[in-house]
């Protein structure tokens, strides 16, 4: 069926066409039509936000939310485009996949410096998975229905569609395409038999074997986490995640051991360290993950499966590197496990499992509790046990709150956790909330906060308001950029430049006056009854947590160390002398 | 050079750096080009010699040549980084192929009199190369050859009066009846 229409029509009946349902943006001079096409129908919702930055996020936390949903951002040329970056730097590194449309100045304008005016394709081209910026309207249709191939397939990842004014008045033929793909990019998603069978192999014959997953078991689907599940289950071996993986795996599971890595378990980074078989299933040896690479697991067989052939062999070399979607390699894996009739050696195994018993006693995630001041870890602690019968949704802001909330709420399900992990982007954590409370409106969305970071994108408060978005706004409130704090005592003396969170607004007044409702606690006493009240209250709400001013977030894996020299919760001594100077450079 | 690939340390980085020569076949869309440059130079990647022409208009691919050094992994990576760009249809390392036929042209002005006049005619008939221009005091000469004739060729006419030179970068192609 093809259709003439206008280059802003195309826009929106493309949206439509792909199914969606809500669109993040903030209007301008360069997407008018847009504006206006969007007005004249219903199907596609708008949702304004407060700064460009908010609806890259917001979509994000949308997709995230949403499993397999592409977020979709509408924001103008220049400065509206600009401020989209860093979201889009956010989704590039967390493989989220958005399309993000931009107006342009009129074609015989571009070049020219004209009023807000940039090189949109020229910034974001480092940004996207992809970018476009277009010259014809008969390419339009055709572009907008590739960007959202791009986006959604292969490693996921942001595009950007750059449309001139005069394109969107200019009009054309539109048609949906029938296949709906890119004309040439076709991502691998069926891993090598022969090498699966190998890794099967491999896996079957580990002595000390552990599960390293990561953000490609979320992204690839529902399915990937039940199919982990499930060759868990045959195996009977342990299970760590990435920051990004979190839900993938039950966190009330017995083979669980928690979040490995820098601010990772005792037992998950020491299960590391000496296993002799590690499997990565869509994870991707970050550094936060590795530590120091020459100390990183360094006897063992390494098999990591990946959709993203780059990834493999980047900073760490592995023996069997698979290149596909977890899911369809997990499918195969446990499928040949199956027909194989494969066996673990089951001494072993019990061996192993006592090991990593004796690591879990260590009780890595302990902290000093105290009657008179809340402890942060305490707080989220709480915060779990009193949410965890209704399937909230979490997100975060950057720092020590954010670890915290990785290690003290646990995840059943995946899709409930959403962070920004490789980007560590402050001010992340609202927009997101607002997008997954868009996708998910009867849910519980709690976005946990530091009292710093909260600030950098408080402006999508007035969104929340405006789409009465209940989402709840849990502030670890330590006057400090704790982490920032936290490295300067580890690194440089103690001396904290600039970290101290200085004339902070009364977050209470401030939740008021955008028609939210705050709350202050600073008495462990009676935090529970405060976050109780902050649950059943049905509007946007700040929740203000006094908490331990110099808290440490502990364990941790000092730069510059193994996974084997972690510093624990109950280390007493000057952390100053921990990291040498050959750490201290690096981040 | 490569960069450790890591925040940390002694990461294994003792591997011997090899140069490469990589074809690489392409959409003709803008910004393709930039995409590439910007990948190498995002990611620390050397560029040694580049070279862009579309090779098939009706398909409008371009085949771009590019000569990049480093260590193995740093070559299987820049590989895997280009082939995963949505307009890449095809990575294929020549060097890995073995020895590839690889050609350039240069443009190469002598000013000069007398005896140097002479010398750079001599030098230039015994290269091969040919003569594009002629004045009372210059030539412009043109060579096709590998880059170390090349840089041999310009060399000799450093000391015969060379003025300026410019250079096409390479163009490669591998031996036998395979195609890519």
Redesign the interface.
């Known amino acids: 069926m093809s259709e003439m229409m206008t280059g802003a029509e195309m826009v929106v009946r493309a949206l439509q066409d792909q199914g969606v349902e809500h669109l993040f943006g903030y209007p301008g001079g360069a997407v008018l039509p847009i504006y206006d096409a969007i007005f004249q129908q219903d199907k596609v919702k708008h949702v304004l936000v407060r700064h460009e930055q908010g609806a890259v996020h917001a979509a994000e936390g949308y997709a995230r939310s949403g499993a397999g949903k592409v977020g979709c951002v509408l924001v103008t040329s220049g400065p509206g485009a600009t401020n989209a970056v860093t979201g889009l730097t956010d989704a590039l590194l967390d493989s989220i996949p958005l399309v993000v449309i931009t107006g342009q100045v009129p074609t015989h304008l571009i070049g020219s410096d004209a009023f807000q005016e940039c090189d949109t394709?020229?910034i974001t081209?480092?940004c996207t998975?992809?970018?476009y910026?277009v010259?014809s309207i008969h390419d339009l249709p055709r572009v907008l229905h590739e960007a959202f191939y791009?986006a959604a397939n292969?490693?996921p990842g942001p595009v950007v569609i750059d449309i001139p004014k005069d394109i969107q008045f200019a009009t054309g033929t539109y048609s949906r395409p029938r296949d709906n793909q890119?004309k040439?990019?076709r991502?691998v998603v069926k891993g090598d038999l022969a090498k699966i069978k190998a890794a099967v192999e491999l896996i079957a014959g580990a002595k000390k074997p552990i599960f390293y997953t990561g953000g490609g078991v979320i992204n690839s689907g529902p399915q990937a986490s039940a199919l982990l599940r499930e060759l868990a289950r045959l195996t009977g071996y342990p299970v760590t995640s990435t920051l990004m993986g979190l839900g993938a795996f039950p966190a009330a599971d017995k083979q669980w051991l928690g979040m490995l890595g820098m601010h990772g378990t005792y037992e998950a980074n020491l299960a590391m360290h000496d296993c002799d078989v590690m499997i990565n299933i869509g994870a991707r040896f970050d550094?936060r993950i590795?530590?120091?690479?020459?100390g990183f697991s360094p006897r063992s067989k390494k098999i990591h499966i990946d959709i993203?052939?780059?990834s493999?062999?980047?900073?760490v070399?592995v023996d069997i590197g698979i290149v596909g979607d977890c899911a369809h390699v997990l499918e195969d894996m446990v499928r040949i496990w199956r027909e194989t009739g494969a066996q673990t050696d089951k001494t072993a195994l019990a061996a192993w499992w006592t090991q990593i018993e004796g690591w879990r006693g260590r009780k890595s995630l302990a902290y000093k509790q105290s009657d008179t001041i809340i402890k942060p870890q305490y707080a989220i602690e709480r915060l779990y046990q009193l949410t965890k019968d209704r399937d909230p949704f979490i997100t975060t802001e950057v720092g020590q709150h954010q670890m915290w909330a990785a290690q003290h709420f646990h995840f059943q399900e995946p899709n409930r956790w959403m962070t920004s992990g490789g980007l560590g982007t402050m001010g992340y954590g609202l927009p997101a909330a607002i997008g997954v409370q868009m996708k998910n409106p009867k849910a519980l969305v709690i976005d946990i906060a530091g009292e710093a970071s909260i600030l950098m994108n408080m402006q999508e408060m007035s969104t929340a308001v405006q789409y009465r978005l209940p989402v709840k706004i849990f502030i670890l409130n330590n006057e400090y950029m704790g982490m920032v704090r936290q490295w300067q005592e580890l690194l440089h003396g103690g001396r904290y430049s600039e970290s101290y969170s200085e004339s902070l607004p009364d977050f209470v007044k401030l939740a008021e006056a955008y028609g939210g409702h705050g709350i202050r606690c600073d008495d462990p006493a009676k935090l529970d009854a405060a976050i109780m009240e902050m649950i059943e209250t049905p509007k946007p709400v700040i929740f203000d947590c006094i908490v331990a001013k110099e808290e440490n977030c502990f364990p941790m894996i000092p730069?510059?160390k193994a996974h084997n020299e972690m510093i624990l919760p109950d280390f007493e001594g000057d952390t100053g002398q921990i990291i040498d100077a050959?750490g201290k450079q690096?981040? | 050079m490569s960069k450790p690939a890591t925040h940390y340390p002694n990461a294994p980085k003792s591997q011997p750096s090899k140069r490469h020569t990589l074809a690489v076949i392409v959409d003709n869309e803008p910004g393709v080009l930039a995409r590439i440059a910007g990948l190498f130079s995002g990611r620390g990647y050397n560029i040694e010699s580049l070279t862009v022409s579309e090779t098939e208009h009706e398909k409008h691919l371009s085949r771009i040549t590019v000569v990049t050094s480093g260590t193995a992994s740093v070559i299987d990576q820049i590989k895997a980084h280009l082939d995963r760009l949505v307009p890449v249809h095809r990575v294929v390392d020549l060097t890995e192929q073995g020895e590839a036929i690889e050609r350039e042209l240069a443009l190469i002005k002598v000013v000069g009199k007398g005896e140097h006049r002479v010398e750079a005619m001599r030098l230039a008939s015994a290269f091969g190369a040919r003569t594009l221009d002629a004045s009372l005091t210059s030539f412009v000469f043109e060579l096709t050859g590998s880059t170390e004739e090349i840089e041999r060729f310009i060399k000799m006419m450093t000391v015969v009066g060379l003025t300026e030179v410019s250079r096409t970068g390479i163009a490669a192609m591998s031996r036998g009846p395979e195609a890519m």
């Not at chain 1, 590795?290 to 020459?294: E, H, M």
């Not at chain 1, 493999?312 to 900073?315: E, F």
């Open positions: 394709v020229g081209r480092s998975k992809h970018n910026l010259k791009v292969g490693r890119h040439t990019y991502p550094d590795t530590g120091r690479i020459d993203d052939p780059s493999i062999n980047k900073t070399k730069s510059g050959k690096l981040v």
